[in-house]
Nanobody, 114 residues
Framework: QVQLVESGGGLVQAGGSLRLSCAAS???????MGWHRQAPGKQRELVAG???????DYEESVKGRFTISRDNAKNTVYLQMNSLKPEDTAVYYC?????????WGQGTQVTISS
């Protein structure tokens, strides 16, 4: 059983930055990981993903503003979020893919004020 713990959420003004972290309870070196988000009244959506080899992919609205990275030595994935907008407000969830299984973190709230 993999446990994922997110941190780094908070309240910032539009145009600001946050860095989310997702620490896994075990090695992540062979696993694809990433971030989803869910805003109130909306479906959960993929924000960014990163393969075990480090290839990243982004949802269109965050391209050029968000950067996903991983530190396998620390069993941690990061999401650097810059130029934040009110529409980025959501609960952000980290995930880890292991074969056919997906593990989720508990989520961290990100709130952007205008």
């Amino acid at each position: 059983q993999v446990q994922l713990v997110e941190s780094g959420g908070g309240l910032v003004q539009a145009g600001g930055s946050l860095r989310l972290s997702c620490a896994a309870s075990g090695s992540i070196s062979l696993n694809a990981m990433g971030w989803h988000r869910q805003a109130p009244g909306k479906q959960r959506e993929l924000v960014a993903g990163i393969t075990s080899g480090g290839t990243a992919d982004y949802e269109e609205s965050v391209k050029g503003r968000f950067t996903i990275s991983r530190d396998n030595a620390k069993n941690t994935v990061y999401l650097q979020m810059n130029s934040l907008k009110p529409e980025d407000t959501a609960v952000y969830y980290c995930y880890l893919r292991s074969g056919s299984r997906i593990y989720w973190g508990q989520g961290t709230q990100v709130t952007i004020s205008s």
